[in-house]
């Protein structure tokens, strides 16, 4: 049982880490890179589907991207979804191929930038605190119930305390090395 709190604190860590991740990946630095465009959903036969699943999608240098339809017939939709999504950036669509160019980030935007990425680390160590606070109450419970000792309870806080620390540094190196490569010029 207290092997299975464990397990069950230290994956609900894994996945908080796991989540920054992705989300950090949505967050653009002054490179081109295939993630920024996992959000462009194009209107593809009546279902939006992922930018990625109807076209080859390459990065030729590091300031652009290049989308290369399966289907010609979906170039104008892809076109289309590019316009209507948030990803500040204009298609250029020369029958064949559409090419992104990533606009200069300005040293304001690359500020509000950091902002967005302290308020997604916060939110994964507060993920991570949560995953403790449960163990945590899993543990009170089994100690009111009788089915552990009061030793034993705080054998197991103190390794799973070791975790989210553990976890809280993961997480502020991932967030540092975003910081430092999103102001990097």
Request: with cysteine; net charge neutral.
């Amino acid at each position: 049982m207290i092997n299975e709190i464990k397990d069950s604190a230290k994956s609900a860590m894994e996945k908080a880490l796991s989540s920054l991740g992705n989300e950090f990946k949505k967050v653009r630095t002054g490179r081109a890179q295939i993630s920024m465009l996992d959000s462009v959903r194009v209107d593809y036969y009546g279902s939006p589907t992922p930018l990625s699943q109807v076209a080859a999608l390459s990065c030729p240098d590091a300031k652009s991207f290049l989308i290369s339809p399966w289907e010609a017939s979906v170039l104008k939709d892809i076109e289309a979804a590019i316009v209507k999504s948030d990803i500040g950036m204009s298609p250029q669509n020369d029958g064949k191929v559409i090419r992104l160019r990533l606009p200069e980030l300005t040293e304001e935007r690359r500020k509000d930038l950091v902002k967005t990425i302290k308020k997604m680390t916060e939110d994964a160590r507060i993920a991570v605190r949560m995953g403790r606070r449960d163990a945590n109450d899993l543990l009170k419970q089994l100690l009111k119930d009788k089915e552990i000792s009061e030793d034993d309870k705080k054998r197991v806080e103190d390794e799973i305390q070791k975790v989210t620390d553990d976890f809280i540094k993961k997480i502020d190196t991932l967030s540092a090395d975003k910081e430092k490569d999103l102001m990097t010029l």
